[in-house]
């Protein structure tokens, strides 16, 4: 297949290029802050556990590699390396997630993800600051976003906004509370079917009203998530039904979701056994928990923060695109 016959059917060479340069600067920014790059095996005998995400199983024919997963976040074999004392570390490669398939989603996609040892959530949200505007000032000169016609400034500090504030001047109700959530949801013309658990109604808001309203105010962190839909994050000091855990919005499009670490043996073990539990009734398939993990945590996880971010999507606002489709070598 030459270029020429490639450009045709998918993404321009100058995407491919601009793409390239964009990857490396984002490992030449982590490296240029002491960051050690790691490259776990994508095949994985244990899947990441979330109730929401799908990995994709795999053997080969020869039956070497059997019931493995392809992970759907380096999250655990960086962990087990941060448990061993590997201090700072990042990850840049590919992930895979079943049932994915959208403008902004697709099964295999390029993620970004790294951990900071001793440091609270918002060190890596400067992180994310910080890299952005380095990127779009590398990529274009400018230190903003250009989506829809309009333009998005990345300041140095983005706003936090929390959740139950959200929540509160959207919808006019506490997120923790169903009933109040399905009357508020139903006020705005959306009808939640009888049956929908407090996680769906929770989920619906966030699509459906918050993700909305983030698309006109630019660069926004929401922070203060639901503990029991942060299953591996910590618990905010004094009110143990939220956690540290924030997702980092520009232009309303999803980009990063980070959290300060769980990093009590006990606790995760708890709660993880429950994430598979919840797969299982939700999915009817049972994940494994994997021993190696428990083990690492067990050894003693060290305080730490870490971040997960969509490489695809930001390469895409990066480069004034409407799609990841439009950035990515299908």
Known sequence: MTWRRLAKGGISWETLLSRSRILEWTRAFFRERGFLEVDPPIAQPYPNIDPNVFPVRVSDAAGRISDRYLHTSPELSMKKLLAAGSGNIFFLGKVFR?????PLHHPEFTMLEWYRVAEPADSVRKDVEDLLRDLARRTHGTEEIVRGGQRFPLPRRWERW??????AELLECRFGDAELLW????????????????????????LDVIEPALAGRGAVFLTGFPAALAGMARRREGKADISERFEGYVAGIELVNGYEELTDSREQEERITELSARHER????RLPVDPEFLDALRAGLPPCSGAALGMDRLVMLLLGKETIADVTYR
């Open 282 to 285: 939700q999915t009817g398939v």
């Open 183 to 206: 009357t508020a949801l139903s006020r705005k013309g959306i009808r939640p079917g009888p049956d929908e658990t407090w996680e769906d109604l929770f989920f619906r808001a966030i």
């Open 98 to 102: 079943d049932r994915e398939g959208s």
């Open 162 to 167: 929390e959740l139950t504030d959200a929540f």
